[in-house]
Structures are given as structure tokens and as C-alpha cells.
């Protein structure tokens, strides 16, 4: 399910040593052992973290090669990329609202013209607040 | 639809080494305009949104050490909001948000405007949180805008991966 990959990619990017391992593995594909050497943690212990990012699909390992190096699955990262986006395309949504309601207060026609073409939240009741008109007469 | 090439656009980035929400927005107004659009209850439930919701104030001292709580509504859907007020100055705010469907999850917000002169201002704002975990949640779910929207949007990405 959805949710579940999420969760495992989430709680995958929580570690700051399996966040190093992943910016180790965007240079190139490397060995356990070759991922192990710039921590003070065994192979082991490196074993576990990239289980931890296989199982979220952020990393892949060969099966067939005798070092098994580990993959990054940029696929995953350009997943990562659009959830960003979409949240920056919500918060460039919400700041332009902000922009049309800096424009009224401002009484600033040429701005607001479109508005009431293209924004109807613009028609909310809201206009008549005594602080907008201290806004804008400032 | 208004072209959004001719507005300024947001800049969004996830601090690798800390649990921040870092974002920077310019805007045609002074930083008292943008002060009063964010302290001003009947002008930020204008612009808060989402497109499509109602916002509510339910609650509003915009003063060092106030309060706030609103509720977003759609379709029968309530999406509640609130914080405080930590420190409220000429042209910063410092203010906790919290989501009520999590109510143990607080994020620590500090904006700033910036005075570019030319009747220019330029937004800092920043969210920490309390986990790499919740932050990145909380870049996904898209908690403060729509939520089954966002989900079938990420139905639809996680989809595509496979």
C-alpha cells in the first residue's frame, strides 16, 4: 500500500547516517565495506541501515555480483522531488492569495481587476474590515 | 488563470542537517502591509486557503504571548489549527502551529520581512519541527491544504514509481 511505502521511506530518510550512505550512493554504487569506512560502525551495523533503505526501495543490491553493490534508486528521490513541489505549488498558491490581498489593501485597481475574475474567494465578506481600510489608507 | 510567470516565486528547501522548513517569497508591499496581513484575522483568513476552504478564526490576540486557532472547511471536512503568539515585533513574528488532528506535533515558526526598499519585501520563513520524520511528513501530506486531495495525488505518484 501507499501508505506503507511511504512510511519506510520516511522513516528511512529519519537516520542522518542513512542519509550520508544515500549522498555517498548518488556519487556512485559502492560496496557495504566501501560504505562502512568513513563510520566508526561495522559492517554489520552498515548491513542494517542499508537493509532499512532496500526495504523502502531507496536502494537496490545486485544479486548476481560477488561485491553486491548497493544502487540508489533515484526513482525514489524524484518521488521525494514532486512531494516538495507539490507542497511548494501549495504554499506559491497561498502566497499569491496573499499578494491579491496586499494589492486591495493597497487599492491598487490594476491588480485587483482580474481578481473577481479569477478568484471568487476574493467576494468573501471579509472586505469590509475596518483593518483593510487602515491598510490601505496607510 | 492568472499566468504565475509574472508573479514572484516561492523558494521551498528541506534543510539536510536540521528538521527546517526554510522558505523565502517576495512580495510588492512593505513589511507593515505584509505585518497587518498576517496579524490582521479578517485579511489572513482571506489568504491562509487553501483555494476551495473556508478558513474560520475562531481565536485571534496577534500580541506577544496571544493565541490563535482557525479551522479550515470543506465538503463537511474540518481541518483545525492553533499556536501561539511567542513574540509578535515590527516586522517579525515568532509563533508555534500546531494541527489538531495531531495535537502532541508542534512546529516552531519564525518569519521575518525584509525590507528591499522600493516598496519590496522579502519573506524568511522558517518551521522546525520536531523530527526529519515529521518534517518530511508533513512536506508530503500537505497537511495544511486539502487532505484527500493530496492524497490521491500521491496515490497517483506512488503509482508512477512502480
Known sequence: MADDQLSRVFAALADPTRRDMLARLAVGDATVGELANPYDVSVQAVSKHIKVLADAGLVSQSKDAQRRPCHLEADVFDLMTKWIERYRQQAQERFERLDDVLAIMRGDTQHTDHLHLDSPHLDSPHLDSPHLEQGAAS | ?162
Open chain 2, 1 to 162: 488563470m492568472t499566468s504565475t510567470s509574472n508573479r514572484y516565486q516561492v523558494s521551498i528547501e528541506a534543510d539536510p542537517t536540521l528538521p527546517i522548513i526554510h522558505i523565502v517569497r517576495d512580495f510588492d508591499a512593505t513589511p507593515s502591509e505584509l505585518m497587518l496581513a498576517h496579524t490582521d484575522p479578517a485579511l489572513f483568513a482571506r489568504w491562509v486557503g487553501p483555494d476551495k476552504m473556508e478558513t474560520e478564526i475562531l481565536d485571534w490576540d496577534a500580541t506577544t504571548g496571544g493565541r490563535w486557532r482557525y479551522v479550515a472547511r470543506r465538503d463537511g471536512m474540518e481541518f483545525g489549527f492553533h499556536g501561539c503568539f511567542h513574540e509578535v515585533g515590527d516586522a517579525h513574528i515568532v509563533q508555534t502551529f500546531t494541527f489538531d488532528g495531531q495535537p502532541d506535533g508542534v512546529a516552531l515558526e519564525t518569519l521575518r520581512f525584509e525590507d528591499l526598499g522600493n516598496g519590496r519585501t522579502r519573506l524568511h520563513a522558517q518551521s522546525l519541527v520536531d523530527t526529519f520524520e515529521g518534517r518530511d511528513q508533513w512536506l508530503a501530506s500537505g497537511m495544511e491544504t486539502g487532505l484527500d486531495e493530496g492524497y490521491g495525488k500521491l496515490d497517483a505518484l506512488v503509482a508512477e514509481l512502480r
